[in-house]
């Protein structure tokens, strides 16, 4: 029986494929000079077919209702782009080096404007609030047992003597949970080291001395806003 995108991502598939056609523009030069590879257009022939598998294999975690279900659109295309250059031999430090240009890249192509505006409800008080609701629904049986490839995670306050605004602390991540079922351990990491950029884009400052890829108990996510000069 064929695998299908479920309705939820079906919805969103055109922006999503259109990312990833921008992505793939985006990374030929890499691919061309960092790779060595020569027949980029198959390359971005590769990277879309695998895509059409990863879509068919991206889990639901609630659609709208969940915050994770766009973490899981806009960054798991990047597990198609792993899968392809490791077949093609091309070695995982570059191929993060490779991601996470390019992201960067697709990043500051929206206007600074509008990225720092989504900056700013990220740290907004209201944002707390939700990610705060959700992180303590993520933690409730009910909640694991209809989504078990979610993530669960917890709200962190600032204590005394603390430089951040808030944190999250994931206890379990959805990326490791994909990689585990499909086999993409060697490249998990290389989606972890996304989010410095993803963050920074947008006037955010992210540190994180730990992640669940790397075999820690928890990813110790931390923000505050980047200081302007």
């Known amino acids: 029986m064929a695998e299908t995108?479920?309705?939820?991502?079906?919805?969103?598939?055109?922006?999503?494929?259109?990312?990833?056609?921008?992505?793939?523009?985006?990374?030929?030069?890499?691919?061309?000079?960092?790779?060595?590879?020569?027949?980029?257009?198959?390359?971005?022939?590769?990277?879309?077919?695998?895509?059409?598998?990863?879509?068919t294999q991206m889990p639901y975690v609630g659609g709208e209702?969940?915050?994770?279900?766009?973490?899981?659109?806009?960054?798991?295309?990047?597990?198609?782009?792993?899968?392809?250059?490791?077949?093609h031999g091309v070695p995982l430090p570059v191929i993060a080096d490779?991601?996470?240009?390019?992201?960067?890249?697709?990043?500051?192509?929206?206007?600074?404007?509008?990225?720092l505006a989504a900056g700013r409800q990220f740290m907004s008080s209201e944002n707390q609030a939700l990610v705060r609701e959700q992180a303590a629904k993520s933690a409730t049986r009910d909640h694991q047992q209809a989504f078990p490839d979610d993530f669960v995670y917890d709200f962190v306050e600032p204590g005394p003597g603390d430089d951040f605004e808030f944190g999250i602390d994931y206890k379990a991540c959805g990326f490791c949970k994909f990689a585990?079922?499909?086999?993409?351990?060697?490249?998990?990491?290389?989606?972890?080291?996304?989010?410095?950029?993803?963050y920074a884009t947008r006037g955010i400052h992210l540190e994180r001395t730990q992640t669940l890829a790397g075999g820690a108990s928890h990813c110790?996510?931390?923000?505050?806003r980047l200081r302007s000069g």
């Open 5 to 55: 995108i479920h309705p939820f991502y079906q919805l969103h598939l055109a922006a999503m494929e259109g990312a990833m056609r921008q992505r793939l523009n985006l990374a030929e030069p890499l691919l061309r000079d960092r790779a060595h590879l020569s027949d980029i257009d198959e390359i971005h022939r590769q990277v879309m077919t695998e895509f059409e598998a990863v879509l």
């Open 65 to 87: 209702a969940s915050r994770m279900s766009d973490f899981f659109m806009r960054l798991l295309g990047f597990i198609a782009i792993g899968r392809v250059l490791r077949r």
């Open 98 to 115: 490779i991601e996470r240009e390019t992201y960067k890249a697709q990043l500051l192509t929206e206007p600074e404007e509008k990225r």
């Open 180 to 198: 585990a079922r499909h086999g993409d351990h060697e490249i998990l990491p290389s989606i972890c080291g996304l989010d410095f950029d993803a």
């Open 220 to 224: 110790n996510f931390r923000f505050s």
